[in-house]
């Protein structure tokens, strides 16, 4: 005779799913974090062999002023920053993209390799502190300035110590920034070297970036007067040279967003100056530039290799070339191109097909692009199926069900999301990306709450309208446990659609940082939502039959 199988017993599973979905979202969310904080290049152990130098330098000295976190709608306000504006005026001009993740240390590393986020091997979310720098992998302008013979010097924050620490840089002057910022001592320990035989100089000024993140942000006075500062020491600097042999590039690594912070792929935190004035230019405003195109055309002033690892192209209608050097430079851009798509794509097992004759950058990015593509595609095939097929069943299950109790749960769940999006965005003016959070901690605190005083509205909503207090404890406690799984259900979306896009962790290559910003911020709510809705179907239960006494006791009377 054969046994009859016992029905799943869905509540006690439910319930039992619950803390083991806050300890997976628990170390899925860190998993994350660490995935992207030790991020490494496909190329980070066989980076791209450097070619040969294009010839001798187009101008006597190249001085590269980095100021930090300077937005572009600040850098074109006369107002504050005269000195820049006049600069701009009388030299060569372009509005600068970048790419995220918009911390320092990636814009730094683009800056001066000419590689994206993706390839250049900079630590994508910043050194977690000074002993922790990643020295350059890739080829950078210190390093082919080195190799060319040319004298370099670097007056900035400690981290470009630790970044250029195998690049042969010369000279340098460096500042921990623990006491604030003292962009006065960069400049004088700088000012120099502009009087010297150095023919690569960087000076790093950092206060318009502590204004940012210390002082208000953007649209604080503090961060006008930060800028204006910035604005009386580039004077000085651009007083120190000679326009006539001479080159100046002023730019920025990032820009801030209105309440201050950076990292996320929030627009104005990936849009940024570049001016260049001085020997060799050719001035006039420029249209859009990228912030990997700045490497490769320093080098062609230089005469230097172009930086092998370089994904932008040298911008040889800013600068007054002769013709040996323009033909050099197509050169050396065909061969920079095959060399470096041909070993990313030996890095990530990926073909790649290269067009015969001369090769452009617009050519060879296509081409790694493809490349990339091809790999990626790959992997998101099982990846979109999986992700669909579990975003659809539990929909599917409970439209076959008809089930009525759903609707006071969507209900409940739709409350959820107004009141955890409109302290989000309408309250605080949080934006889907990394910039507006200022730690772990400080992220953790603000999800649990929001997350909490969301739930509670929620399961209000669904309890109410589902009368649940008036049945048993155990269906007041199964309504709660619906009502939680209802929420974490439509919080799984976002995260599908991130696991699909950038898979379960960063791994081989940078993620769509958007995406994986939101599958991120479901996974935090996943945590907080299990651990108080375990407590929730309990506080159900109880008060069912709290209620069940009174009325009984009622009835009595």
Same mark, same amino acid.
């Given at each position: 005779?054969?046994?009859?199988?016992?029905?799943?017993?869905w509540?006690?599973?439910?319930?039992?799913?619950?803390?083991?979905?806050?300890?997976?979202?628990?170390?899925?969310?860190?998993?994350?974090?660490?995935?992207?904080?030790?991020?490494?290049?496909?190329?980070?152990?066989?980076?791209?062999?450097p070619?040969?130098?294009?010839?001798?330098?187009?101008?006597?000295?190249?001085?590269?002023?980095?100021?930090?976190?300077?937005?572009?709608?600040?850098?074109?306000?006369?107002?504050?920053?005269?000195?820049?504006?006049?600069?701009?005026?009388?030299?060569a001009?372009?509005?600068m993209?970048?790419?995220?993740?918009?911390?320092?240390?990636?814009?730094?590393?683009?800056?001066?390799?000419?590689?994206?986020?993706?390839?250049?091997?900079?630590?994508?979310?910043?050194?977690?502190?000074?002993?922790?720098?990643?020295?350059?992998?890739?080829?950078?302008?210190?390093?082919?300035?080195d190799?060319?013979?040319?004298?370099?010097?670097?007056?900035?924050?400690?981290?470009?110590?630790?970044?250029?620490a195998?690049s042969?840089?010369?000279?340098?002057?460096?500042?921990?920034?623990?006491?604030?910022?003292?962009?006065?001592?960069?400049?004088?320990?700088?000012?120099?070297?502009?009087?010297?035989?150095?023919?690569?100089?960087?000076?790093?000024?950092?206060?318009?970036?502590? /204004? %940012?993140h210390?002082? +208000?942000?953007p649209?604080?006075?503090?961060? @006008?007067?930060? $800028?204006s500062?910035?604005? !009386? =020491? &580039?004077?000085?600097?651009a007083?120190?040279?000679?326009?006539?042999?001479?080159?100046?590039?002023?730019?920025?690594?990032?820009?801030?967003?209105?309440?201050?912070?950076?990292?996320?792929?929030?627009?104005?935190?990936?849009?940024?100056?570049?001016?260049m004035?001085? /020997? %060799?230019?050719?001035? +006039?405003?420029?249209?859009?530039?990228q912030? @990997?195109?700045v $490497?490769?055309?320093?080098? !062609? =002033? &230089?005469?230097?290799?172009?930086?092998?690892?370089?994904?932008?192209?040298?911008?040889?209608?800013?600068l007054?070339?002769?013709?040996?050097?323009?033909?050099?430079?197509?050169?050396?851009?065909?061969?920079?191109?095959?060399?470096?798509?041909?070993?990313?794509?030996? /890095?990530?097992?990926?073909?790649?097909?290269?067009?015969?004759?001369?090769l452009?950058?617009?050519?060879?990015?296509?081409?790694?692009?493809?490349?990339?593509?091809?790999?990626?595609?790959q992997?998101?095939?099982?990846?979109?199926?999986?992700?669909?097929?579990?975003?659809?069943?539990?929909?599917?299950?409970?439209?076959?069900?008809?089930?009525?109790?759903?609707?006071?749960?969507?209900?409940?769940?739709?409350?959820y999301?107004?009141?955890?999006?409109?302290?989000?965005?309408?309250?605080?003016?949080?934006?889907?990306?990394?910039?507006?959070i200022?730690?772990?901690?400080?992220?953790?605190?603000?999800i649990?709450?929001?997350?909490?005083?969301?739930?509670?509205?929620?399961?209000?909503?669904?309890?109410?309208g589902?009368?649940?207090?008036?049945?048993?404890?155990?269906?007041?406690?199964?309504?709660?446990?619906?009502?939680?799984?209802?929420?974490?259900?439509?919080?799984?979306?976002?995260?599908?659609?991130?696991?699909?896009?950038?898979?379960?962790?960063?791994?081989?290559?940078?993620?769509?940082?958007?995406?994986?910003?939101?599958?991120?911020?479901?996974i935090?709510?996943w945590?907080f939502?299990?651990?108080?809705?375990?407590?929730?179907?309990?506080?159900?239960?109880l008060?069912?039959?709290?209620?069940?006494?009174?009325?009984?006791?009622?009835?009595?009377?």
């Amino acid at each position: 005779m054969r046994r009859s199988r016992r029905p799943v017993n869905w509540f006690l599973l439910g319930l039992l799913l619950l803390p083991l979905t806050a300890v997976g979202a628990y170390f899925w969310a860190t998993g994350v974090l660490a995935s992207v904080e030790n991020y490494r290049s496909p190329l980070a152990g066989n980076p791209p062999t450097p070619g040969q130098p294009l010839g001798a330098p187009l101008t006597r000295r190249v001085v590269l002023v980095l100021m930090d976190a300077l937005r572009y709608d600040t850098s074109t306000d006369a107002a504050v920053m005269p000195a820049l504006n006049e600069l701009r005026a009388r030299g060569a001009s372009a509005v600068m993209h970048s790419r995220p993740p918009s911390f320092s240390a990636p814009g730094w590393t683009t800056l001066l390799t000419g590689a994206w986020p993706d390839l250049n091997d900079s630590q994508p979310m910043n050194p977690p502190d000074e002993t922790h720098v990643r020295p350059f992998t890739q080829d950078n302008l210190f390093a082919a300035a080195d190799r060319a013979g040319l004298r370099t010097a670097v007056s900035g924050y400690t981290w470009f110590e630790g970044m250029l620490a195998t690049s042969g840089v010369d000279a340098g002057f460096y500042t921990s920034g623990e006491e604030g910022v003292d962009d006065t001592a960069v400049v004088a320990a700088a000012l120099p070297w502009l009087e010297g035989d150095y023919q690569l100089v960087l000076i790093h000024l950092d206060q318009i970036d502590y /204004a %940012g993140h210390h002082e +208000g942000g953007p649209q604080s006075p503090n961060w @006008a007067a930060a $800028a204006s500062r910035a604005d !009386a =020491l &580039l004077a000085q600097i651009a007083a120190a040279l000679d326009p006539e042999r001479d080159t100046l590039i002023v730019v920025s690594d990032h820009g801030q967003i209105d309440q201050g912070g950076h990292g996320g792929a929030e627009p104005v935190t990936l849009v940024e100056p570049f001016v260049m004035v001085g /020997a %060799g230019v050719r001035p +006039g405003e420029y249209g859009d530039i990228q912030m @990997a195109d700045v $490497a490769p055309t320093l080098a !062609a =002033l &230089l005469g230097t290799n172009l930086p092998a690892s370089a994904q932008g192209r040298p911008l040889t209608e800013l600068l007054v070339l002769p013709p040996e050097r323009e033909a050099a430079l197509r050169q050396a851009v065909s061969e920079q191109q095959r060399t470096l798509v041909r070993a990313y794509g030996e /890095a990530i097992g990926a073909p790649v097909v290269l067009p015969e004759g001369p090769l452009t950058v617009e050519q060879g990015q296509a081409a790694l692009a493809r490349a990339r593509l091809t790999r990626l595609g790959q992997e998101r095939v099982w990846r979109n199926v999986l992700a669909v097929f579990l975003a659809v069943l539990p929909g599917y299950l409970l439209i076959l069900r008809r089930e009525k109790k759903a609707l006071w749960m969507l209900a409940g769940a739709a409350v959820y999301f107004a009141v955890f999006f409109g302290r989000y965005l309408l309250l605080d003016h949080n934006t889907f990306g990394l910039s507006w959070i200022t730690g772990v901690t400080d992220f953790a605190l603000y999800i649990a709450v929001t997350s909490t005083l969301a739930l509670l509205a929620g399961w209000l909503t669904a309890m109410s309208g589902l009368r649940a207090w008036r049945g048993t404890r155990r269906q007041a406690a199964g309504s709660a446990l619906g009502f939680v799984w209802f929420v974490l259900y439509l919080l799984a979306l976002p995260i599908l659609l991130s696991f699909a896009v950038n898979g379960a962790t960063v791994t081989w290559t940078l993620p769509e940082f958007t995406v994986l910003y939101l599958g991120f911020l479901s996974i935090a709510q996943w945590l907080f939502v299990a651990v108080l809705g375990l407590a929730l179907v309990g506080v159900s239960a109880l008060t069912a039959k709290i209620v069940k006494t009174q009325r009984t006791q009622r009835d009595a009377k």
